[in-house]
């Protein structure tokens, strides 16, 4: 075989490899980011806080399932968006961070996660975050409301929050949007725009908000390395944001973290 024969099948095979593997992450994106867990429909959940269990019905007819935690006099309420794995069996517990502040909170699956249903779809996930809101504004008033979003429930908090009028936003591990992760994770993988189908636009959403944002991010986070939350803190006022920076935290334990306990009440009050 000629070396000119040999370069062009060489061509082909890479051409090939390379258009299988763009229609593959083209095909499976939503696997790699909602990598959902469901649960029975009869699954019973326990924890160690008071809590119900709350179904909530959006536009289309989607059940959200949600957890809706409850302490005596409450100060506040919390929504909170969890991040992209795992469901409420195992996000429920979460809500001690918080109810120990004496707040109440909320927290939903997203669709195809645990017990909720509907077709996976940004425009309708976005639409429904305001369903559990709504359900805190049945009980509390707009101002006692705090919105709270991790990983990728940052981009369903920030639009949530670009919507309505609560007390704050509080974003743990922030992305600018999800072009910009997706470049910072496959820095190897061209025509990215194009591929996409799930915007996240974060940084669109957070110019819309307009009460105190609280941003906490970790310098070793290697998920949502710390130049993208740095990147949508600049979209913000800066006389509106208070940017909290955890030396050493990665993506999954700010929370254990001196600086992030000592100013989290802080951070939920007025």
């Known amino acids: 075989m000629s070396f000119n024969k040999f370069l062009k099948y060489l061509l082909i095979f890479a051409g090939t490899l390379l258009a299988t593997f763009f229609f593959t992450m083209y095909l499976f994106q939503e696997k790699i980011i909602f990598p959902a867990t469901t649960l029975a429909q009869d699954y019973e959940y326990s924890f160690d806080e008071p809590f119900e269990e709350v ?8 059940v959200i399932n949600a957890l809706y935690f409850k302490v005596q006099n ?5 929504v909170y968006f969890h991040g992209n794995a795992g469901d409420l069996s195992r996000w429920g517990a979460i809500a001690e961070y918080y109810t120990q502040y ?34 805190l504004l049945q009980k ?19 639009y949530l929050a670009s919507k309505n009028k609560p007390r704050k936003l509080i974003l743990e591990t922030p992305f600018y949007n999800m072009l910009d992760v997706t470049r910072r994770r496959f820095p190897m993988l061209p025509f990215a725009n194009r591929l996409l189908k799930y915007r996240m636009n974060s940084n669109e ?19 949502v390395p710390l130049k993208s939350g740095e990147l949508l803190r600049d979209e913000i006022p800066k006389e ?11 993506h999954h334990n700010i929370g254990s973290f001196d600086l992030y306990q000592e100013t989290l009440l802080k951070s939920l009050r007025k």
């Open 55 to 62: 179904n909530l019905t959006a536009n289309d007819g989607a």
């Open 74 to 78: 409450p100060e506040g309420a919390i």
């Open 102 to 135: 004496n707040y109440n909170v909320i927290i939903i699956d997203y669709r195809t996660y645990g017990k909720s249903t509907g077709e996976l779809d940004e425009q309708k996930m976005l639409s429904d975050t305001q369903l559990p809101y709504d359900f």
């Open 140 to 158: 509390f008033k707009e101002e006692d409301v705090v919105i709270y979003g991790r990983s990728l429930g940052t981009s369903f908090a920030a």
């Open 205 to 223: 959403f957070i110019k819309e908000v307009t009460c105190p944002v609280i941003i906490y991010h970790g310098t070793n986070d290697d998920i």
């Open 240 to 250: 509106q944001t208070t940017f909290y920076i955890i030396q050493d935290a990665t």
